[in-house]
């Protein structure tokens, strides 16, 4: 610290400091731990407490002024995450806010005030949650809260984190940390709160591999030791507090470093169990990892290629497949940004289902293992019943019927790409124009995914064996099924109906049953393929469908 630093306080901004006749004698994250750092060095004079404001303004959300003023008479405090991301210069959307008493009434009075939706959490611990809809479509999450123990203080010394165990008062604008939350953050490093802290709550053990990956930390060695004794605890916690996390780790930065951490502290037992099987399954040529290293790597590569098409970050981007594959489908980025801004839960995006789908897709490769006469290794049948497997568990993580169901096809189908993005390397032969319609009629709604997945689960197999002229192969069939579903879907993709049932029945004497759906399938691939294109031309096409059938 310069003298001049020392002299003006500006080493302090952002702390509380102690000052004996105009000199600094003790500093800390609170007013009573500055005075307990004064009594060390003066501790026959009384010292003067103050607050040393930040030189730049943090971070906040323009929400925080308003619950400041509804607030009246009683102190309102922002904690947790929202301090640490504004302590990083990054405006936060999810705002825990903490009072003495009488939270819900607080947060009643801001859903009115805001015109926000209003939600109480937990009436017996005074919790309440008020969702602002931003007129661009942002999403604000206000959690308003009692203190959890006799005061602030013993508030954020329960709490998991020491960088989530910051208060920021929104009346005055100073700040209180009695755990030196600020200098771990500063250090690039997670540490408990306290040594239970795992044990109080086993979800902190995910949460604290998402924050590392998500903030670039590393988490310190006895906080590592207090995760693994608290990974058999994991199994404790609901199924729906898990699911956040994990979908939460998806959804974020390096989501494979992340799985791999989960897996190394001995987590996965608890609470993907299913997943453990995959660890050392041998897999043939050209597959260069056993089952469990190649999922990590699709689930890798997958959001590698997310980063790329989605946000245009290229800093992960592997040479010269990257530029394929951006001037392949590169085109398409607005559509495929249209696509995954929906998804079958506000809660959770569609690219964390899709990663979640990843981390699925092979589950069932140790169970359908087999090796026939000459030594060769297959896994029939492991994509149908890993999809029933990855259902199983999105059923109870309590997700969507939507997201459950495009979970499902993806895995259900994801040879289906495969197989024609290999006839394409191996013949030359992009896909037929029935071969496309039977694609997009299987896969709905799923369909990008499938694709995506596909090219991901390309990467995993081949990694530094896939040549250029191989990738390019599967580039180009993805291009050709993007281009028929994005640019000429009535063609291939989704025909205009020509005819319904009731005129099948009515002009070719049908009586209600199954054939009548079998005969209006038949007539729109055939559609597809260009071979019937009027409504007279359907008919005549339904009545050789029908002489074939009954021959």
């Avoid at 994250?29 to 407490?49: D, F, M, S, V, Y």
């Avoid at 939706?117 to 007129?135: C, Q, S, T, W």
């Avoid at 209180?176 to 802290?197: E, F, K, M, N, Y």
């Avoid at 005549?540 to 029908?546: A, N, S």
Wanted: net charge neutral.
């Amino acid at each position: 610290m310069s003298k001049k630093q020392a002299n003006d306080g500006s080493a302090y901004a952002g702390r509380w400091v102690a000052r004996v006749q105009g000199k600094i004698v003790g500093q800390g994250g609170t007013p009573e731990a500055a005075r307990l750092a004064a009594q060390g060095n003066r501790h026959k004079e009384k010292p003067e407490i103050s607050y040393m404001h930040a030189t730049s303004s943090l971070a906040l959300s323009p929400l925080l002024d308003k619950v400041a003023s509804l607030a009246q008479d009683q102190d309102v405090y922002l904690v947790g995450g929202g301090v640490r991301d504004a302590l990083r210069g990054v405006v936060s959307h999810d705002l825990d806010l903490v009072v003495p008493t009488n939270a819900i009434g607080l947060a009643r009075r801001a859903a009115a005030s805001l015109g926000a939706d209003f939600y109480v959490l937990d009436e017996a611990f005074d919790a309440a949650r008020v969702i602002v809809m931003g007129p661009s479509g942002t999403r604000d999450v206000l959690d308003f809260t009692s203190f959890r123990g006799s005061n602030l203080s013993a508030d954020l010394e329960g709490r998991d984190f020491t960088i989530n165990a910051m208060a920021l008062d929104l009346k005055t604008r100073t700040t209180l940390d009695p755990l030196q939350g600020a200098a771990d953050l500063r250090a690039r490093t997670i540490r408990a709160c306290s040594p239970t802290a795992m044990q109080d709550d086993p979800i902190r053990v995910l949460r604290a591999v998402r924050l590392a990956a998500a903030l670039d930390l590393k988490i310190e060695p006895a906080t590592r030791e207090a995760m693994k004794v608290a990974a058999s605890l994991l199994s404790r916690t609901s199924p729906e507090r898990q699911r956040d996390e994990l979908f939460k780790i998806l959804g974020g930065p390096r989501p494979d470093a992340s799985m791999r951490a989960i897996e190394m502290l001995g987590l996965l037992p608890h609470f993907l169990p299913e997943l453990t099987c995959l660890k050392g399954v041998e897999q043939p040529a050209p597959h260069v990892h056993d089952a469990w290293e190649h999922t990590l790597s699709v689930l890798h590569h997958l959001a590698g290629m997310l980063d790329l098409l989605l946000e245009g970050r290229l800093e992960d981007a592997n040479g010269i497949l990257a530029s394929l594959l951006t001037l392949g489908i590169g085109r398409y980025r607005p559509q495929l940004e249209a696509q995954f801004a929906r998804s079958p839960n506000q809660d959770r995006t569609l690219r964390a289902l899709l990663e979640f789908t990843a981390l699925y897709h092979d589950v069932c490769k140790p169970s359908t293992k087999s090796v026939d006469s000459e030594g060769r290794i297959h896994f029939y049948g492991h994509e149908h019943q890993g999809a029933q497997v990855a259902i199983q568990r999105g059923q109870q993580f309590n997700l969507s019927n939507g997201e459950i169901a495009q979970i499902g096809v993806i895995i259900d189908y994801h040879l289906r790409f495969f197989f024609l993005a290999r006839r394409m390397e191996e013949q030359g032969e992009l896909p037929s124009r029935r071969a496309i319609y039977r694609f997009f009629r299987d896969s709905d709604a799923s369909a990008v995914g499938l694709i995506l997945l596909g090219l991901a689960d390309l990467r995993g197999t081949r990694e530094h064996t896939l040549s250029e002229k191989s990738w390019l192969a599967w580039v180009n069939v993805a291009r050709a099924l993007l281009e028929n579903l994005w640019e000429k879907p009535a063609e291939t993709v989704a025909p205009p109906r020509l005819i319904d049932g009731n005129d099948l029945m009515q002009v070719l004497a049908l009586e209600p049953g199954p054939i009548v759906g079998e005969l209006l399938e038949a007539i729109r691939e055939a559609q597809a393929t260009g071979v019937v294109s009027t409504r007279d031309a359907a008919l005549q096409f339904g009545r050789d469908w029908l002489l074939r059938k009954s021959t």
